[in-house]
C-alpha cells in the first residue's frame, strides 16, 4: 500500500504532491526516464501518451503528446535542468497552446525498499497555481502516481 499527501507550498506558488512507492528508487527513476515506461502511465486512464523527443540530460528537451480517452490532445514540452540519477529531475513544463509555465522538481528518497517521491511545481505567480489546480493539476499527477504504483507493484 503506497501513501499520497498534496499540499501547497507556503511560497504560494507551488503545490507538492508527495508519494510512497513499495519499490526500490531505481524502478522509480526509470519510469521517469525511460520513454517506453513514462508512456505507460502519464497519459489519464483511457489515453495514450506518445514520446517523440526525450533527451533526459541537462539542456534537454523533451515533447509528449498526450490524448484522452475522448480523444482531446494536450501537448507537453520543456527542458531539463537538473538530472541527478536516482536522486532527483527538475525539468521546465509547458502546455502548447496555454499560457503556462512551471518548474517541475522530482525529489527521490529510497528507505527500507520504499521510495518516497517528491513532485513540486513552482508557478510565476500564485493565481498561475491556482488555475493550474483548478484545471487538475494535482489531481492528473496524482493519478499518474496512482496508475505508476499499479505498473511498478504488478
Do not use: C
Request: proline letters at 3%; a negative charge; charged letters at 20%.
Amino acid at each position: 500500500m503506497s501513501t499520497q499527501t498534496v499540499q501547497n507550498s507556503p511560497a504560494e506558488r507551488e503545490f507538492v504532491v508527495e508519494h510512497t512507492f513499495n519499490v526500490p528508487v531505481e524502478d522509480v527513476f526509470n519510469a521517469y526516464t525511460d520513454s517506453h515506461m513514462l508512456s505507460l502511465w502519464w497519459a489519464p486512464k483511457g489515453g495514450s501518451l506518445t514520446v517523440e523527443t526525450m533527451d533526459v540530460r541537462p539542456g534537454g528537451m523533451y515533447r509528449f503528446v498526450q490524448r484522452d480517452a475522448k480523444g482531446h490532445t494536450m501537448v507537453y514540452a520543456g527542458k531539463y535542468l537538473d538530472v541527478q540519477p536516482n536522486t532527483r529531475l527538475m525539468y521546465t513544463f509547458s502546455v502548447e497552446g496555454q499560457n503556462n509555465n512551471s518548474t517541475t522538481t522530482v525529489d527521490l528518497k529510497e528507505s527500507n525498499g520504499k521510495t518516497n517521491l517528491k513532485f513540486t511545481n513552482r508557478y510565476s505567480s500564485k493565481e498561475e497555481r491556482d488555475t493550474m489546480l483548478q484545471n487538475g493539476a494535482a489531481a492528473g499527477a496524482k493519478a499518474a502516481f496512482n496508475r505508476l504504483d499499479e505498473i511498478l507493484s504488478g
